[in-house]
């Protein structure tokens, strides 16, 4: 036992048997940099602070001044032998147990971790969380719940959601405090609320700092979260059902719907890498296998931006044509919004595909696979509409009077019905059908849009068994690997095993971090970081939305920022056009072809390698420079990133640059010019580096005299 953990012991049995004779007050403290740290006071709540990390309180703000019971509080300790699991290292594990007769249990755990890494074994301590809260109707209704806040200014962050201003680190982002679900920060509503900081498409309670602390929340807490709220420079936590799909499914007299929970884990270290990768292991899944690879080596085709809801039969074909003719390979061809009759019947159009089996043989002969754009919604006029009704396959109100309860969506604006996730014949309906789709036209797999929350109907039941809603999400995700590993989606929670592609939210043709260009490569590094490491970066040069009719109209991005956009693109996962390069000129084609050629020759296969990797650790493929060196200058750089470990991108994302410099991390590091051949030590900048529009600075690392 470490003599840390040793006075912490003694200090807290100090104070339990203070407690007997001074019960008001008891003040447990252990230790600085988080080690030990700990106040505990009957009436006031749980205190934990540190020197030199951060200072946070469990019990929240409301929970303070309740005039509750005096509580009891007892001292656990135990040995456990984890060595045969799979969090590395023996633990050895003490704790509190605070109990609120009536009200409230508190229950902390913390422990030493000994890692395994062998690059660099670190010792970590991490503190178990489990808060749970057992309110009058009166305290629940009108008293805040169990929360927790962290200043941000020890570090720069990690982790957490995907938002509409992505930033890497994450400190410069602002969300006030809101459930912490999956949503559509694309909607004009949450658009026209600036700073409120909406919650994206992904969503994962896990943050990490660059001091080496890491929280993560469980999943079946009813988190809201806020994020340097308005400037305030913290991130805040707490449980708290309001918000969330199911909320009001419980009767005044169901106790159940008066209990919070609020369990996380804390875990410090004094290497940030290590600690990511225990908490890796220890939470997150790892995807079962590696997505599709024709999908990673060359480009998807998608009709979205080019054409938006006027796709037809004559322009899906003109458009493959055009693609060979001008010497592009392809993965597939990706038939997007509006095909079908209606939305929600799986189907073509016959005015606008006449014949869609004819078209889709057609387009196998020429090379191409064939993808189609799906969502979980029918429009009221839509025959699966009434089919789904018929059968109660769409989300309905409660019961005993369960009727099909209506959303609406971007093309569904004055109803539709959505797919009730939770009832597995209606998933067998839905993926049944689909089936027959691909059976009856030749499609290969699909593209599944949407699955976020805020699609959901407000008075939708949801099971009492799920308590986060954000699981429904996940279930969306689940369902679509009936459909192979070309598969992609835009959601995700707690799905990083899925085999799929995990889709970037749409992009806006703007260069900045409001949802542009500079958003890239922040957003990739995001969900790398929380466990999705197979990313489908947005179009080449965003969507192309017009200002009047953003879902009719295309306006063709900046010259400069397609081209600047291609080739980020060319080094993250997989690439995806639809706004065409001929649609410039002659040198833009150019380009988009000498990038496409390193997207497959250099890119794909390490993106490949990395990925197999990931089957057995979680870790990204796009990795950010503290990967290698956690020097103050590789943990705040956002526009430059690694391709697995060998690779080093520094692509320009700001109009008008034609030199930039380039950090080369690593001071044990050498890094050769690819271009140039020219060799430099890690651990340095190069300053000025000449970047004309064709050219994206790239290093290949070269390692114990091997070159990658």
């Known amino acids: 036992m470490s003599f840390g953990l040793k006075l912490a012991f003694a200090v807290v049995l100090v104070a339990f048997v203070a407690m007997r004779f001074w019960p008001s007050t008891v003040k447990v403290i252990y230790g600085k940099d988080f080690k030990f740290a700990a106040v505990l006071e009957p009436y006031v709540g749980m205190f934990l602070f540190t020197d030199s990390v951060f200072q946070r309180h469990i019990l929240g703000q409301g929970l303070e001044t309740l005039d509750w019971p005096r509580p009891s509080v007892s001292v656990k300790t135990r040995a456990v032998d984890r060595s045969g699991d799979n969090s590395g290292g023996e633990e050895l594990t003490y704790g509190f147990h605070v109990t609120w007769p009536e009200a409230a249990n508190l229950d902390v755990t913390f422990s030493e971790v000994e890692g395994q890494d062998a690059a660099a074994a670190t010792k970590l301590v991490c503190y178990d969380v489990a808060w749970s809260y057992r309110g009058s109707p009166y305290r629940y209704r009108y008293r805040d719940r169990p929360s927790d806040c ?15 201003e ?17 949503g559509d920060y694309l909607a004009p509503h949450w658009r026209s609320r600036p700073g409120y900081g909406r919650y994206g498409s992904i969503v994962e309670p896990y943050w990490i700092s660059s001091s080496g602390v890491a929280i993560y929340v469980s999943g079946d807490v009813t988190l809201h979260s806020s994020f340097n709220a308005d400037g305030d420079n913290r991130l805040c936590i707490k449980s708290d059902r309001r918000g969330y799909v199911n909320a009001e499914n419980g009767d005044d007299d169901d106790d159940d719907i008066y209990r919070e929970w609020l369990n996380y884990t804390v875990c410090r270290g004094d290497d940030l890498l290590q600690v990511h990768r225990h908490m890796m292991r220890t939470h997150f899944a790892r995807p079962r296998q590696v997505p599709d690879e024709r999908t990673i080596r060359s480009p998807i085709w998608s009709t979205w931006a080019r054409y938006k809801v006027h796709v037809n039969q004559t322009s899906v074909l003109g458009y493959a044509a055009e693609i060979n003719g001008h010497g592009f390979p392809n993965s597939q061809i990706e038939i997007d919004d509006m095909y079908s009759t209606q939305y929600g019947d799986f189907d073509f159009d016959g005015r606008k595909f006449p014949d869609a089996r004819a078209m889709t043989s057609r387009l196998r002969e020429l090379g191409f696979r064939v993808t189609a754009w799906v969502t ?3 429009n009221t006029d839509s025959r699966a509409f009434a089919e789904g009704v018929d059968r109660s396959y769409w989300a309905k109100t409660r019961p005993p009077h369960s009727v099909p309860s209506l959303t609406r969506w971007w093309q569904g604006p004055k109803g539709a019905a959505v797919l009730d996730v939770t009832n597995a014949e209606a998933v067998r309906w839905y993926v049944r059908r689909l089936k027959a789709f691909q059976a009856e036209y030749g499609i290969d797999s699909f593209k599944f849009d949407a699955g976020e929350l805020d699609f959901l109907p407000r008075d939708m039941y949801v099971p009492p068994d799920i308590v986060n809603t954000n699981r429904l999400t996940d279930m969306y995700v689940r369902l679509t690997e009936e459909f192979g590993r070309m598969v992609e989606v835009r959601s995700g929670f707690r799905s990083q095993d899925v085999p799929v592609f995990f889709r970037m ?3 806006d043709s703007v260069w900045g971090y409001d949802n542009g260009l500079r958003s890239m490569i922040p957003t ?48 993250l996962p997989a690439m995806q056009f639809s706004i065409a390069p001929w649609q410039y000129d002659d040198e833009v084609v150019k380009i988009a072809l000498k990038y496409v050629k390193i997207h497959e ?15 057995q650790t979680g870790e990204p493929i796009i990795r950010p420079l503290w990967w290698i060196d956690q020097s103050t200058d590789s943990l705040t750089i956002d526009d430059q990133f690694l391709v697995g470990d060998s690779i080093l991108v520094a692509p320009v994302v700001d109009q008008g640059v034609t030199s930039r410099n380039v ?16 060799v430099f030590h890690g651990g340095q900048w190069l300053k000025g580096v000449k970047v004309p529009l064709d050219h994206v600075p790239v290093y290949m690392r070269i390692d114990a005299g091997r070159e990658h």
């Open 663 to 678: 950090f080369l991390p690593g001071k044990d590091c050498r890094w050769k010019d690819r271009e140039t051949g020219e």
């Open 601 to 615: 020759t250099l890119v794909a296969p390490e993106v490949i390698k990395a990925g197999k990797m990931a089957l």
């Open 150 to 164: 962290f200043p941000l200014g020890y570090g720069h962050w990690y982790g957490g959601a995907e938002v509409l």
């Open 166 to 182: 992505q930033r890497w680190p994450m400190n410069g982002q602002r969300s006030r405090m809101q459930p912490y679900l999956t």
């Open 505 to 507: 939210l749409d992009k």
């Open 376 to 378: 979980p919604f029918a």
């Open 524 to 571: 990739a590094l995001f969900m790398g970081v929380v466990g999705y490491p197979f990313v489908l970066p947005d179009m080449i040069g965003g969507n192309g939305y017009g200002d009047a009719d953003p879902l009719r109209e295309t306006t063709i991005p900046d010259r400069e920022l397609f081209v600047r956009w291609l080739e980020v693109s060319a080094f």
